[in-house]
């Protein structure tokens, strides 16, 4: 009887179903593509701010005497846990050296670096590792070195010496020295413009540390810090540092890296670290916000709908309960009927949803978005809440409502 | 003798300072036809509602088939109007997207199960048996109040109340209706309180009380 009551009323009042239902798919479209989106929005954001600098220093462990990293170690860092989330890195090597070009000598610090490594490492997909990589921001005017003999050279330090691309300058250290062709002037607008950046190779025999780098920055994919991030692994049950460890915390990633390089340690660059996290954790907030006003907004549609639709049936509810409709009974047949609504809302606001994160994806990303599973439930769940958060205030008046006032001849 | 149905001592209504009904004192006996008179406002409504379990009293005592009105829930007294009586209003009041079969069959699934097979039989002794798909609005003002008559029995209740149930139908109708009332009643044996101001409609109980401004003035037992 139930379903022939809802049926018929369904069939009578198309009007009325459609806005309820109109309003139900609006809400449920735009929380799908808000969080369709969201996880989209946050891994092309970890992308982009991936280029504002590495966020991870590997360095040698004091315990191994802070000498030097193995540079035979580097492609190690590609086979860890967390290779797919490690979108680059570059070793260094530093040494104080004088360096002399038309007349001139000045004191400063020669970096031997990869620029655009091309990394084969067995069993793993091939990439291009390099300063070239993790550093975008570094505007070189002229180019990057390509030969073993070719430097690129921090503008300020350019300015001492008084040289610009295609100077020669000569690069004087203990026991030896190295002619370097300077084929770009680089500005970063830090420390690095004091520096004359060469190739690590080159740079490992001039200082004759064959084999050795004084450090790598890597770049990684990482998830925000949140409390259970910051805590010390070494006071963890295992279970709770296994979930630490297969979360993507700056620092499991950084304790993944460390554990394959030999004597290290890998410590997170926290500046960068804790300001992606907090933009990231800003524009979840952000979304989720704008998914709750749009549910709200959509619950009072409903509301206002129901309420309409409501004053237009109080003769039909009064009837009910003069011949023994209990509360019960009256809220089973309008919450029935919202509930059927919202099951065909969820379903068009799921469709309606992807769409909408398409477009949204292709207009500002320019790229396209697969719509994950667990978008299919979460609309028909925000469906049912916007239809039961829009049906308390109608539902409590129908209730309220007195046979004997409505029915009175 | 029988025992009463309804009892009541010292029933009053108000609304707010209208006294509706002053402190009444009534007892009717199961399975009489009870005739309720009176001009506009002269407060019968408001007694068939009390009654009824559709309103609740302002003071006074109310039992009706042994059950204590004012001891009730909302929804003990929805299950009061459910299980024991059956309402017939002047509007016919039905549900205008439901046929008459499943007008009557809404009451049952209130009541308990809905079967359609009794529904139809209770239209048919209402003489509808042509007319069960037929929506409230395709039917004629007799032939809705005949669909609220079987939609009252249907339940087979111990007390039946109309409300002015011949008001809007004309005289043709309205005999055909008292007629199938007394039928039903002299069928299944429950007891009829009648709100009317028409004294030939009145004559078909076997007593009819007057209210005047809230108060029972005048009582009388109806010859035959």
């Known amino acids: 009887m139930l379903f022939r009551i809802l049926k018929n009323s369904f069939l009578k009042r198309p009007k009325a179903i459609f806005l309820i239902f109109l309003s139900i798919a609006m809400g449920s479209a735009v929380a799908t593509a808000f969080l369709g989106i969201a996880g989209e929005i946050s891994h092309k954001m970890a992308l982009e701010l991936r280029s504002y600098g590495a ?355 | 003798m029988s025992e009463n149905i309804i009892e009541t001592n010292g029933l009053t209504r108000n609304y707010g300072d209208i006294c509706a009904l002053k402190p009444l004192d009534l007892q009717v006996p199961e399975g009489e036809w009870l005739s309720v008179m009176g001009h506009s406002g002269s407060g019968k409504s408001t007694l068939m509602n009390l009654v009824g379990g559709l309103d609740r009293p302002s003071a006074g005592s109310l039992r009706v088939g042994g059950k204590d009105l004012l001891a009730l829930t909302e929804d003990g007294l929805a299950r009061f109007r459910r299980e024991s009586v059956g309402i017939i209003f002047q509007q016919h009041h039905m549900v205008p997207y439901l046929t008459a079969v499943e007008n009557v069959m809404m009451a049952q699934y209130f009541h308990s199960v809905p079967d359609e097979a009794e529904a139809r039989s209770a239209l048919e002794r209402v003489g509808l048996g042509h007319r069960l798909k037929n929506r409230p609005g395709e039917l004629s003002g007799g032939e809705q109040q005949r669909v609220c008559i079987a939609r009252a029995i249907i339940n087979s209740p111990k007390l039946l109340l109309g409300d002015e149930p011949t008001g809007n139908l004309d005289h043709k109708s309205t005999i055909m209706v008292m007629e199938l009332l007394k039928e039903l009643r002299a069928e299944e044996r429950f007891t009829v309180i009648m709100v009317t101001h028409n004294q030939e409609v009145a004559a078909w109980g076997d007593r009819t009380i007057y209210l005047d401004d809230g108060v029972l003035v005048r009582e009388e037992r109806t010859a035959g």
Request: proline fraction near 4%; aromatic fraction near 8%.
């Open chain 1, 55 to 409: 966020n991870i220093l590997i360095e040698p462990s004091a315990a191994e005497g802070g000498g030097f990293l193995r540079e035979e170690d580097l492609p190690k860092i590609k086979t860890v846990f967390w290779k797919y989330n490690i979108t680059g890195f570059t070793p260094y090597l530093f040494g104080i050296a004088e360096f002399s070009a038309g007349g001139r000598k000045e004191r400063g610090v020669v970096s031997g670096t990869w620029f655009t490594k091309q990394l084969e490492v067995p069993g793993e997909e091939f990439s291009i590792q390099g300063i070239k990589g993790i550093a975008p921001w570094w505007e070189v005017q002229g180019r990057w070195p390509e030969d073993a003999d070719e430097a690129i050279i921090g503008a300020s330090l350019a300015k001492r010496l008084n040289i610009s691309s295609g100077s020669d300058v000569t690069t004087i250290v203990r026991g030896g020295n190295q002619k370097f062709r300077i084929v770009g002037v680089v500005t970063t607008g830090g420390y690095e413009e004091e520096q004359l950046f060469a190739p690590l190779v080159t740079v490992q025999s001039l200082l004759q540390q064959q084999g050795k780098v004084s450090r790598v920055q890597v770049s990684a994919l990482t998830v925000p810090m949140d409390d259970f991030g910051k805590k010390d692994p070494t006071t963890m049950t295992k279970d709770e540092y296994e979930k630490w460890y297969c979360t993507a915390y700056v620092t499991s990633v950084a304790k993944n890296v460390e554990e394959v390089m030999a004597g290290s340690r890998a410590k997170p660059i926290w500046q960068i670290a804790s300001a992606e996290g907090a933009l990231l954790k800003k524009l979840n907030s952000v979304m989720l916000l704008l998914t709750v006003l749009a549910l709200g907004a959509s619950a009072t549609a409903v509301s206002t709908s129901l309420m309409a639709s409501m004053a237009e049936r109080s003769p039909e509810i009064a009837l009910m309960k003069a011949i023994g409709a209990d509360r019960f009974q009256i809220s089973s047949i309008f919450i029935g009927e919202t509930l059927i609504i919202s099951l065909a809302g969820g379903v068009s606001g799921y469709l309606l949803g992807g769409q909408l994160a398409e477009l949204i994806s292709r207009t500002v990303f320019n790229s396209t978005i697969a719509s994950p599973l667990w978008l299919f439930p979460t609309a028909i769940i925000s469906a049912f809440v916007v239809a039961i958060a829009g049906s308390i205030v109608p539902l409590r008046r129908a209730l309220l409502i007195e046979p004997v006032t409505v029915l009175k001849g």
